[in-house]
């Protein structure tokens, strides 16, 4: 292995929600830790989203698919342009995709095993529109080894906060919520709890016409149905052991629209219901899958749903007190780029063939090398 040097790497994310293309230039350390430089949140263009949600709808032909992860390169693209204008070129791009199907389950077919997922955003559009070597397609060698290729952040939250010596969870929700468990006297692992914003926001859209809830005012302007909630959270997900992984394909419009044919008349009390589900189905995974074994002290929290008021303190009310509840930002990473962070590191680690995935978290047999580089 080549000797381990400080590289610019520009990490890329798009997530569950499609709310943008998230891109931040970082500078990843030989000791793995990785400081955010500059990060933006990079708007698909309308007719792009939108084809989008048709692809994680299921309508969309082959042709549509084939279309779309040119496009999406090219998107991805130019949120790096944005960022290659200002500071000049990174060492590598490293791209996450944008998730259009993920399937962990093991089905087989003729004897042939049909578990599997597909991220697009074609990486060769990105580096011959950069002229920056991407790195890309990080949960298939996880997937083609065993496991379930996710959750791959659990091996950054691992670099970052191990050495704390503190038994944490650190938790993101994002489209989908999922918690790294780091412990003293443990090896770390993580799963995905289940719904974070992906309700909500459809919700807000289908009710209010807003693409998510800002600073969650409508389920402030709400009240909780309970007899509604408890129903929400009787689903088998939530009672599946890890390690499991789940997405838009679990949690779609089709399953929402069913849920909301047993929602309160009041608007504003789905979204404040909606909201309590994402924080009560987190604390509940504790509960079931954490608490038996690990006395937590804090949990930390990333992703879009830190900043929402109202879904921190409905967390806070359905944690035990003793727990501290934080955000990133009090460990000095971004609440907003945090997963940008956490690509830009596995691309590093693609890089020098640094072994970057955790069997622990996604069930893999063994560690391997995620990620694809394109010149």
């Known amino acids: 292995m080549d000797t381990l040097e400080t590289k610019k790497v520009i990490g890329l994310m798009s997530g569950t929600s499609c709310d943008s293309i998230d891109a931040g230039l970082c500078e990843v350390h030989p000791d793995l830790s990785v400081k955010l430089i500059s990060g933006i949140n990079y708007k698909y263009p309308e007719h792009i989203r939108s084809k989008i949600f048709q692809l994680f709808s299921g309508n969309a032909t082959v042709k549509d698919i084939c279309q779309m992860n040119f496009a999406i390169g090219k998107c991805f693209a130019d949120a790096c342009n944005v960022l290659i204008d200002e500071f000049g070129k990174p060492d590598f791009i490293s791209s996450h995709g944008q998730t259009i199907y993920h399937y962990p389950f093991d089905e087989k077919i003729d004897g042939i095993n049909l578990k599997s997922t597909l991220q697009i955003g074609e990486s060769s559009v990105i580096s011959q529109q950069t002229g920056v070597l991407t790195i890309s397609n990080f949960r298939e060698a996880d997937i083609a080894s065993g496991g379930e290729g996710a959750p791959l952040v659990c091996f950054a939250d691992e670099k970052w906060f191990k050495h704390y010596n503190k038994n944490l969870l650190i938790q993101n929700i994002g489209g989908i919520s999922n918690v790294t468990v780091i412990s003293k006297n443990f090896a770390t692992y993580g799963f995905d709890t289940g719904l974070g914003n992906i309700m909500i926001d ?3 859209n289908k009710f209010f016409g807003k693409p998510y809830d800002k600073d969650g005012k409508i389920a402030a302007s709400g009240k909780i149905c309970e007899s509604w909630l408890e129903l929400l959270c009787q689903d088998d997900y939530y009672f599946r052991n890890p390690p499991k992984t789940t997405g838009r394909e679990y949690f779609s419009p089709k399953y929402i629209e069913n849920a909301l044919k047993y929602a309160p008349e009041s608007k504003e009390d789905i979204i404040a219901t909606v909201t309590a589900l994402t924080a009560k189905t987190i604390c509940s995974a504790y509960e079931r899958f954490i608490y038996p074994d ?7 929290i990333g992703g879009g749903g830190a900043y929402n008021p109202v879904l921190m303190r409905y967390i806070r009310n359905y944690l035990p007190k003793h727990i501290q509840l934080k955000t990133h930002e009090d460990y000095g990473i971004s609440n907003n780029f ?3 962070m956490a690509f830009a590191l596995l691309g590093y680690c693609t890089f020098y063939g640094i072994p970057n995935n ?5 069930g893999a047999s063994h560690r391997v090398i995620l990620g694809k580089m394109s010149n």
């Open 202 to 204: 459809y919700c807000s």
């Open 294 to 300: 690990i006395d937590i002290n804090e949990v930390i």
């Open 338 to 340: 945090k997963e940008v």
């Open 358 to 362: 955790l069997p622990s978290c996604t």
